[in-house]
């Protein structure tokens, strides 16, 4: 049975955003006294605040306090960004051929709603994929790694996980997905080597890569098996 939906990772996958979570968090954190390097917090990109506050400032929390100044100050930054961002090679070209397939697309991201916009608009999608169509970071209790992201985006597709695949970058992203029973084609261009994207059912470089590929890829074939 060929897949029916597609959950769609914006950060890496649709727009080349990762290095500019990394920079706006070392950038947040120092505002707040906190010494974390690029080095240290991009490998973590994926990953909600929820995730990553804990590992630079124990005990705080994204939803309070301090660190809710320092999540919010993130996410001032990522929007300021955001207009100097690039799409990813390919994007729209592949969710056009996706969306003339038939697929059904909806976007899960660890963002919030209006840092969604921004990105969409970044990856020149905005006017191709609705917001409605959408989980976000207000639809889940945690971030990925946890699968929660993923399991409201099938609700909202109101399909099993035997009928979707997932389109992402970071291994959190993987993690998620197969949480939630959802295979994952991973892009490269999310700053990932092959043996962190290992458990994904198929790797490219990125949406343009795959776009070439399609007719023998995971999204057009259910016949390729996980390695």
Same mark, same amino acid.
């Given at each position: 049975m060929a897949y029916q939906g597609v959950i769609l990772d914006v950060d890496g996958t649709?727009? !080349?955003?990762?290095?500019?979570?990394?920079?706006?968090?070392?950038?947040?954190?120092?505002?707040? =006294?906190?010494?974390?390097?690029?080095?240290?917090? /991009?490998? !973590?990109? =994926?990953?909600? @605040?929820?995730?990553?506050?804990? +590992?630079?400032?124990?005990?705080?929390?994204?939803?309070? @306090? +301090?660190?809710? +100044?320092?999540?919010? +100050?993130?996410?001032?930054?990522? *929007?300021?960004?955001?207009?100097? !961002?690039?799409?990813?090679? @390919?994007? /729209?070209? !592949? *969710?056009?051929?996706?969306q003339d397939k038939g697929l059904r697309l909806i976007i899960a991201s660890s963002a919030t709603s209006q840092e969604l916009s921004v990105l969409l608009k970044a990856a020149q999608v905005d006017d191709l994929l609705s917001q409605d169509e959408a989980t976000t970071s207000s639809d889940a209790e945690a971030s990925k790694p946890d699968p929660g992201i993923v399991e409201a985006a099938l609700n909202k597709l109101n399909m099993q996980p035997s009928e979707v695949v997932m389109l992402g970058d970071t291994p959190y992203d993987i993690k998620s997905a197969n949480k939630a029973g959802v295979g994952v084609i991973a892009f490269r261009c999310g700053g990932f080597d092959d043996s962190q994207l290992k458990d994904a059912l198929a790797i490219y470089n990125d949406p343009a890569d795959l776009l070439t590929h399609y007719d023998n890829s995971p999204l057009a074939t259910k016949a390729m098996t996980r390695t």
């Open positions: 649709l727009v !080349l955003s990762n290095d500019a979570h990394a920079h706006a968090w070392v950038e947040a954190f120092a505002e707040f =006294g906190y010494e974390v390097k690029f080095e240290q917090v /991009r490998p !973590l990109i =994926g990953m909600g @605040g929820d995730q990553i506050i804990p +590992k630079f400032a124990p005990g705080l929390s994204d939803e309070e @306090g +301090k660190g809710k +100044k320092i999540a919010d +100050k993130r996410k001032e930054l990522i *929007i300021n960004f955001g207009t100097n !961002l690039t799409p990813a090679n @390919g994007a /729209r070209q !592949l *969710i056009l051929q996706m």
